[in-house]
Every structure is written in C-alpha cells, then in structure tokens.
C-alpha cells in the first residue's frame, strides 16, 4: 500500500466535499466577519491542543486580516501572573480555564470569535463558547461533527462546540481524526489540513466583500519582505490594545 498516495486521495476528497457541501457556511462566515471588519471588531480565534494551530491560521497570518486575535491555553502564565511551573496542557478540559483566558483580553460589542476545536467537548472550548455567547457576540465553530456527535462532553453542561455556535463548520474529520487504516491502528490526522483550508476560505469570501463593496481590507503583508513592517504597524496601530503581536 502506497501511504502517502492514500493520503493525498483521502485529503483531496475532503477538499472537494468542503467546496461543494459547505460552501453555504463559509459564505455566510465569510460575510460576518467582512460585517465585523467595517464595524471596526475584531475577530478572535481561540483553539486548543492541535486546533491552536486553526486559531493561529486566523490571527497574524500573512495574507490574512490585521484586525484578529488569538486566545490561548497558555495566555493566563504569557500575558497573567500565572506561575509557570503551574501550567498544565490538561487544562483545556478544565471550563475555569476559558474563564482566565478571555479575562485577559479586551473584547468589544462589535467583535465576532472563531472557536475551533476537533473534538468539541472539552471543558474550557465548551465554556468559551458559552461566554461568547452570554456577551451576545457571533460565534463561528470549526469542528468534525462526527467526532463530536460521537462523544460525551467533557463540560459539566454536556454541551458541545457545534450546539452553540451560529455557523458550523465540519472539518469532515473522522471520529479520532486520523485517516488511514493500518494493522496498528489508524494513522495521518486529517483536521489541520481542512480546517486551515476552512479558514482561509472565510478569508478569501470576507476580503471578497470587503473589495467589493469599496473597502480597502487592512491585510498583513509577510513579515519577511522589504516594508512590510511599515505597512502592518500602521494598520495594527488602529486595533491597540485589541490584538495579540507575536508568536507566543
């Protein structure tokens, strides 16, 4: 059996599957968050574990929007007191963490939030979720719905991630994430890939409407080439205080 060959089948028939089923969703996101770029919001992404890497697809990406920001599992040891010696990657399950989180970052009426998670039943991705919500703020959920129809939540609600937000997006991953079967065990995780697909399609239809409709949309230019920090300093400056800057 040729593994890599099985995995590009595998990857290109989910591609297909989220440009032809979901493209109602992705349009429908794509234009709340253009709605939230012209109100002056800002779009926040939280994810966990390997769905961090969704949020970080969202925010500070090149090519992407300046007006974004990530929330982390680690932002109450970065920008808290939290001690470091304390941190503990199992606090994704725990719903207080979402709590000290989003404590920590200044949220608006007009911002919107990705929330992204494979799974959809930890604790502190459930609760952010739900505080999302209670501020009365749009909630875009990237998630596999069979992994998550599959599963017991982890929040004492027993709710799940795709049960609150106003937009699902199905990552099409399958229960466990990964792909390919073996005499092992299942191997090669499909959600990273569709899910930074799903985002970069928001993307592309949010700056769409952005351009259509006149609006210049304040884009990050990469970092890596000449005058690039020129242009991203001054478009960042009119989100200060609003957006997370760097990699941690």
Same mark, same amino acid.
Do not use: W
């Given at each position: ?18 440009? =032809? ?9 794509? %234009? ?11 779009? $926040?992404?939280?994810?966990?574990? !390997? ?25 109450? +040891? ?18 207080? =963490?979402? !709590?000290?989180?989003?404590?920590? !970052? ?19 991705? +459930? ?13 875009? %959920?990237? =998630?596999?719905?069979? !992994? &998550? ?5 982890? $929040? ?11 937009? +699902? ?10 792909? /390919?079967?073996?005499? $092992? ?8 890939? =569709? &899910? ?7 993307? %592309? ?15 990050? /230019? &990469? ?7 020129? $242009?991203?300093? %001054? ?14």
């Amino acid at each position: 059996m040729d593994l890599v060959m099985s995995f590009a089948d595998e990857a290109r028939a989910r591609l297909d599957r989220l440009t =032809t089923g979901q493209l109602p969703a992705i349009r429908q996101a794509g %234009a709340l968050i253009a709605a939230t770029v012209r109100a002056g919001g800002v779009l $926040h992404a939280y994810g966990t574990g !390997h769905s961090e890497a969704v949020a970080l697809e969202v925010a500070g990406r090149a090519g992407g929007l300046i007006p974004t920001n990530r929330l982390a599992l680690r932002d109450p +040891v970065v920008l808290g007191s939290a001690d470091p010696g304390a941190f503990d990657p199992l606090a994704e399950r725990d719903p207080a =963490t979402a !709590h000290q989180v989003l404590a920590l !970052h200044t949220i608006q009426d007009h911002d919107a939030f990705v929330v992204a998670s494979n799974s959809g039943g930890n604790g502190s991705t +459930v609760e952010m979720a739900r505080l999302v919500k209670e501020r009365g703020l749009p909630l875009i %959920a990237i =998630t596999s719905l069979e !992994h &998550s129809r599959a599963i017991t939540s982890r $929040h004492p609600s027993g709710q799940r991630l795709f049960e609150l937000a106003d937009i +699902v997006l199905d990552n099409l991953a399958p229960y466990g994430d990964a792909v /390919l079967p073996t005499e $092992h065990g299942p191997i090669c995780g499909i959600s990273s890939i =569709t &899910s930074a697909l799903i985002v970069q399609f928001m993307v %592309a239809e949010a700056i769409g409407l952005l351009l259509a409709d006149g609006t210049v949309p304040p884009v990050y /230019l &990469s970092a890596n080439i000449p005058g690039a920090d020129a $242009h991203n300093d %001054a478009l960042v400056a009119r989100y200060a205080g609003r957006i997370r800057i760097g990699a941690l």
